[in-house]
């Protein structure tokens, strides 16, 4: 793994109220073995004292910087913190962590989300020794029972449904590493490669998602433009994963909606127009009976849409942006 020490990396996260968790998640980030070059923490106007929180951690920083150094023998990390005056949501606060580095690698890393000492040197080593590898993530596991998976990787149905694969499962299940559709936006390793080479109009993810399957959008525009994403059962981190465990009904509709809206937008964009035809034929029964459960108990989310056509002259333009990206690149393949 010393081969790789000079790749730089910077870890960006994105809190909201997230005053519970930000001191451990960010103290595993100062134990890891391969030196950091900057941290990024975004606030988003959070009303718990997560940026009080954080600005407490700073200054330890500081004052024990001399003391780090000569324990770690590299130079302390840069932090960065930026604070916003709105919730500005997760995919625009990400694009401005990402401007704000200019690191050969980028960590994604939520608050509630702890690593062991060796997560990053991992995934930077498998990406280095496969420069195809645009994106990386570790075996995620639940906090609250580490014997259970929280993640090892995104998967996608043919109806374009996105999930957490092995999610609740026995993590001794999974330990063979590989490729993967993706990687989970909660503890994500993209190289500035792919960020660069995927990004449309400058972002990364889309702002217009503001939350929630911005990752899987990433995943599936990367996958389209022939980057890969791995699976490294060495890598470990335990995720909270509160929002899951509280059902649908501990999510405010606004949550609701975006998650349910996001997915037609991802479609919108990324869908080949050679295969529009049998996805939408795969998903019809899925989305027959999903659409009747809604219409019955929660019609409030499918006041979503307006978001969605508010949005269509710029998923229209996207869309055309990545499709020509990738008839391009498959003509230069050919």
Known sequence: MNNNINK??????VTYNSADDIEECLTAVLAQNHPIERIVVVDNASADGCADKVREFLNRIEADEAERQEKHSVHSPSLVFLENKTNTGFAPAHNQAIAATQTDYVLV????LTLEPDYISRLIEQMEADLRIGSATGKLLLKADHSLVDSTGLWMNKGRRAFDRGA?????????SGTVFGVSGAAAMYSRRMIEAVSVDGEFF?????????DVDV??????????????AEAIGYHERGWKTSGRSGKSMFIRRISYINRYKMIYKNEPARTLLPTFLYSLPYEVAAHGYMLLKEPKLI???????AQRRNLKRKRKYIQEKVKSLKGRQN
Do not use: C, M
């Not at 730089?8 to 996260?13: D, G, M, P």
């Not at 889309?206 to 911005?214: I, Q, R």
């Not at 995943?219 to 490294?232: C, P, T, V």
């Open 206 to 214: 889309d702002s217009d998602f503001f939350a929630y399957k911005e």
């Open 303 to 309: 006041q979503a849409w307006t978001s969605f056509f």
């Open 8 to 13: 730089t990396v910077s870890v960006h996260i």
């Open 219 to 232: 995943a599936w525009r990367a996958s389209l433009l022939g980057w890969q994403a791995y699976y490294d």
């Open 168 to 176: 609740g499962e026995q993590a001794a299940q999974w330990l063979e």
């Open 109 to 112: 890393l939520n608050p509630d």
